[in-house]
């Protein structure tokens, strides 16, 4: 074994997977970009013929395989996006999002065309959309324009998890539609597959009002963060220490509320109100302007400018009465 291999490989397995991470993180940009098309390229195609040629424990056995591919090129293609130029950004960002949207309206009419003949394979179809973007979500979501964004991730969270949602609860429709052919199974089938779609109207109430409801969480506790920022920077010097305190604990609500994932209750799937990356930005940046006391005017400039910017990013979608 070769002496990187070595260092990869020895060890506890996290260990072992953090160095590995480490070493793919030495090469270019462009590099890891093309590491990461040749890890999913190969496992999307084979899901994509499983499908076609009507293998049942193929198309399972590929589906599993090439989620775990995407989630790992995502991982590896991200810097080539995050060095890109904002401009840029914007662009690509844009076009896979209106290349998802078609891809599920293909994966919809493919459905409704091979249901009659191929319920299976057209339930496949719905089931693979649901689970890539469950398990994938927003993981192209460049970082350096996390504030310009936030007003779309916002408006678009809701609308697209529901429409997947409503691809997996179709797909467990059309299973459930072969299982009814059976006289034995006609009633107990035709009550299960009603209260499915009841439960999905449910759940797709239940992601409106989440975002909702999070809009008014962020629009509250950023103005209740610049609140106390303008009194810690007026207030006399021996009250300055209780108002020091009154900040910390604005701004520790504000960074639990930004984060959760917008459109869904789990760390690992939806999208992020802002990324990680950003919100360790902004705590080095609230957190030195307390302790500075509200005295450097350049970073309290900074902060107050981001923190209206999230509020901006939720005018005219909150309600207080929630």
Not at 9 to 17: D, L, N, V, Y
Request: aromatic share 8%; net charge positive; proline share 3%.
């Amino acid at each position: 074994m070769s002496g990187i291999g070595q260092r990869i490989a020895g060890g506890s397995p996290r260990a072992g997977a953090q160095r590995l991470g480490l070493w793919l993180r030495q090469h270019t940009s462009d590099w890891q970009f093309g590491a990461g098309m040749a890890l999913v390229t190969p496992f999307l195609v084979l899901q994509l013929v499983m499908i076609l040629i009507g293998s049942s424990l193929g198309g399972v056995i590929g589906l599993g395989l090439a989620s775990a591919a995407c989630v790992a090129a995502s991982w590896l293609m991200r810097p080539w996006f995050e060095a890109l130029p904002r401009k840029n950004h914007r662009r690509i960002t844009a076009a896979p999002l209106v290349g998802y949207l078609a891809l599920l309206a293909l994966f919809v009419l493919c459905t409704v065309l091979l249901a009659p003949g191929n319920r299976t394979t057209a339930a496949m179809l719905l089931f693979l959309v649901w689970t890539y973007h469950s398990l994938y979500g927003s993981g192209l979501e460049p970082a350096s324009s996390a504030y310009e964004r936030l007003r779309g991730r916002l408006a678009g969270a809701a609308p697209v998890r529901v429409a997947v949602h409503w691809c997996g609860i179709g797909g467990l429709l059309l299973l459930l539609a072969c299982l009814r052919g059976r006289v034995e199974y006609q009633t107990v089938l035709t009550g299960f597959m009603f209260t499915v779609v009841l439960a999905g109207l449910g759940a797709s109430l239940k992601v409106f009002v989440r975002v909702r409801r999070l809009r008014t969480a962020l629009d509250q506790h950023a103005d209740k963060l610049i609140l106390e920022l303008e009194k810690l920077r007026l207030l006399p010097e021996e009250k300055v220490l209780e108002q020091q305190f009154a900040a910390k604990e604005a701004w520790g609500t504000l960074r639990r509320t930004l984060d959760n994932k917008v459109d869904t209750g789990f760390s690992i799937s939806g999208v992020f109100v802002l990324p990680r990356q950003t919100i360790r930005e902004l705590h080095h940046e609230v957190d030195r302007l307390i302790r500075a006391a509200g005295t450097d005017h350049t970073v309290h400039r900074q902060v107050i400018a981001r923190l209206r910017m999230l509020r901006m990013a939720c005018v005219g979608r909150t309600d207080t009465l929630t």
